[in-house]
Structures are given as C-alpha cells and as structure tokens.
C-alpha cells in the first residue's frame, strides 16, 4: 500500500494568503489568528446592526442581582455577570 503523506494540508496550503506571522507554525489557526479575529469582529458588527436598537438595549450585560426573584424575572432577565445561579 501507498505511505500516506502527512506533510502537507489544504489548511496549510491556504495560511500564506492571509498570514500576518513571519514564521510559519503549520497551524492554520495560529498562522491566520489576526484575519480570523478581523473576520469575526466584522460579522459580529455587521449582525448587530441588523438588530433594532431597542432589542439590543434590552440584551446588554447587567451586573449580577439585576433581575427579580421569582422564576418568570429570571427567565426573562438580560445576561448577567456572574451568570444566574
């Protein structure tokens, strides 16, 4: 049977066209890790302004305690940090 070659994937092929990294690691991730962090801040941003301002108010994280005591508040309570115990 034919060695299979390990030396070489698709993911490694594609990293020089948008790796920052002068040094290559082999990690597609890492060697990438500055354009996938631009990526997903652009489409976080691009999705949140899809959002109506109100919805997005609504959602913000508040400090933890915000929320009532009963059960229905804190189904429907906005996230909190630290979460709801």
Known sequence: ???VSHGSSKSQRLAPC????????GDFFKDN???????????N???KSLVI??????VEIQPAGTA???ILSKL???PEVPGIP
């Open 18 to 25: 948008h790796s920052t990294t002068k040094e290559k690691t």
């Open 53 to 58: 301002q109100p919805v997005r108010d609504y």
């Open 68 to 70: 009532g005591s009963d």
């Open 33 to 43: 890790e500055q354009a996938i962090n631009d990526f997903c801040i652009g489409t």
């Open 1 to 3: 049977t034919p060695a």
């Open 45 to 47: 941003e691009f999705w």
């Open 76 to 78: 429907t309570a906005p």
